[in-house]
């Protein structure tokens, strides 16, 4: 029972009080009326909602397009699914098995578009629609199912319309020019003319095999054994389709309905069973939260989330070594190991400040999941000396410096409590501040080296003739 429009009212009805004649939307006065020991629970929206959760998360395991269809339903896309159970009389009977098993009661339908799919659930006797007989099926359910408002109802009904093929069968300007512009479009979809996709709670991967098991598995041997054979089948799609993945998700669906999702990322596309095992090895190794099967998972599905185009490699026994490959190989072991965000490397930005042109991202990031990147400038030729060091201060340190001019390299300056003479010295290199971000002094930065050998980044902040005076400042070291 919920509140509504100041009376408490039926919010929902099981099968048993429906064949009484409680239906929603009648006053529990009446209803109560009607059949005193009615047993009336108040209306858990909470509750509803996190089973419809652990309902999005477990049948799943049928398709991966799965949406909500509210106030308490689920849709889902079987299209090339069907054949995984032996049919779809025999997806219907796994779904509704699924279903009694969370203690619901349950109303199922197979159409061609998922409008007439709902319209034959909730006003007909659901069960699968023969192929191309979706226009006659649907014709047969009541104005109802078109579910519009109460005054058009009545509207349609005092026309003498009770059925949808008797609306069908009228003029679609008039059907337009009385229940508006989009109402037949509503009918062609709910007759099966015209699809219209769900819209999943999670996008379908471009690529996914599923097995399903007869017998639950509970040892993590048995899992990686079932993962071994998905990943045979996934390359050869993958193959199929001259692409590469970068990100798997492995699914793994419990008996008791409980569904985890394990990710594994890679540095470049790939599509070899092999390698990608020995990364799923590692990766089902290193969980924060170990795999717990209970009685046991029934179900694997392992779905390629992200793709990239992947063409054939020439081999041969003279091609020289990539090392570039080890490297990525290296960097997709340790992140397996501990996690995409324990191995990173740095990526540009687009600013001219040295402290704000670097960050830290994943190593596995491809350029294109990375925003304000730009590429790496030019490096220095080999006789060259780097323009900025490799070590940078956060913050910069200051230093007492001597100009033999306002606008000249210092000759020496005191860092940490030790003189430094300078032999040479190069720059200015003057950076302005980012004003549209905040207001900073002008730099001057100048490349030295002392008399030892030692080479330093020093940076005037401010010029000369300036209130407050200029301050020097180290900035990095180069090796």
């Known amino acids: 029972m919920d509140k509504d429009r100041g009376a408490l009212r039926v919010a929902a009805a099981d099968s048993r009080a429906l064949a009484l004649g ?29 089973l419809l959760k652990t309902l999005l998360a477990d049948f799943g395991r049928f398709s991966p397009m799965i949406a909500l269809d509210p106030p308490w339903g689920l849709m889902l896309d079987v299209t090339g699914c069907a054949h995984l159970f032996g049919g779809e009389a025999r997806l219907v009977a796994a779904v509704r098995k699924r279903a009694t098993a969370f203690g619901l009661g349950v109303r199922t339908s197979i159409a061609r578009t998922p409008q007439t799919a709902r319209a034959l659930c909730r006003f007909g006797s659901g069960g699968v629609t023969p192929e191309g007989r979706d226009a006659e099926v649907a014709g047969r359910l009541p104005v109802a199912a078109l579910e519009l408002t109460a005054a058009d109802h009545q509207a349609l009904r005092r026309a003498g319309l009770v059925t949808v093929a008797e609306v069908a069968a009228r003029r679609r300007d008039a059907l337009a020019a009385r229940f508006g512009a989009d109402f037949p479009d509503r009918l062609d979809r709910l007759l099966g003319r015209v699809d219209a996709r769900i819209s999943p709670v999670r996008p379908a991967p471009p690529v996914r095999v599923d097995r399903v098991l007869f017998e639950p598995v509970t040892e993590i041997e048995q899992v990686e054994a079932v993962l071994a054979d998905l990943l045979t089948d996934l390359e050869k799609s993958l193959e199929t389709r001259g692409l590469g993945a970068r990100r798997l998700v492995l699914t793994l669906h419990r008996i008791d309905g ?36 209970g009685f046991g998972f029934d179900h694997l599905s392992l779905g390629a989330e992200a793709t990239s185009p992947l063409a054939p490699e020439q081999t041969g026994l ?102 430094h003479r300078v032999a040479r010295a190069e720059g200015p290199e003057r950076i302005e501040a980012e004003w549209w971000i905040r207001r900073e002094r002008v730099r001057d930065y100048y490349r030295v080296e002392d008399d030892q050998g030692r080479r330093f980044w020093l940076f005037r902040a401010g010029s000369y003739g300036e209130e407050p005076a200029p301050r020097w400042y180290v900035h990095g070291l180069f090796a």
Request: aromatic share 4%; hydrophobic share 40%.
């Open 258 to 293: 409980d569904a985890r999702r394990v990710t594994l990322r890679t540095a470049r596309p790939g599509r070899k069973a092999g390698p990608f095992q020995k990364l799923w090895r590692e990766r089902l190794a290193s969980l924060s939260r170990p795999l717990e099967p």
């Open 22 to 50: 409680i239906r929603p939307g009648i006053t529990l006065a009446d209803a109560r009326a009607s059949l005193p020991e009615l047993d009336v629970r108040p209306l858990d929206v909470e509750g509803d909602a996190a």
């Open 318 to 419: 003279d091609r020289p070594a990539d090392h570039a490959s080890d490297l990525r190989d290296l960097i997709d072991r340790l992140s397996a190991r501990l996690g995409p965000g324990a191995v990173v490397r740095i990526r540009p930005l687009q600013s001219h400040l040295p402290e704000r042109a670097c960050r830290l991202a994943p190593a596995q990031a491809a350029k294109a999941e990375l925003e304000q990147e730009d590429d790496w400038p030019e490096p220095p030729g080999v006789d060259e000396p780097p323009a900025r060091p490799l070590h940078l201060f956060d913050p910069p340190q200051p230093i007492e410096a001597v100009a033999l001019a306002p606008d000249s390299p210092p000759a020496r300056f005191r860092w940490r409590r030790v003189d």
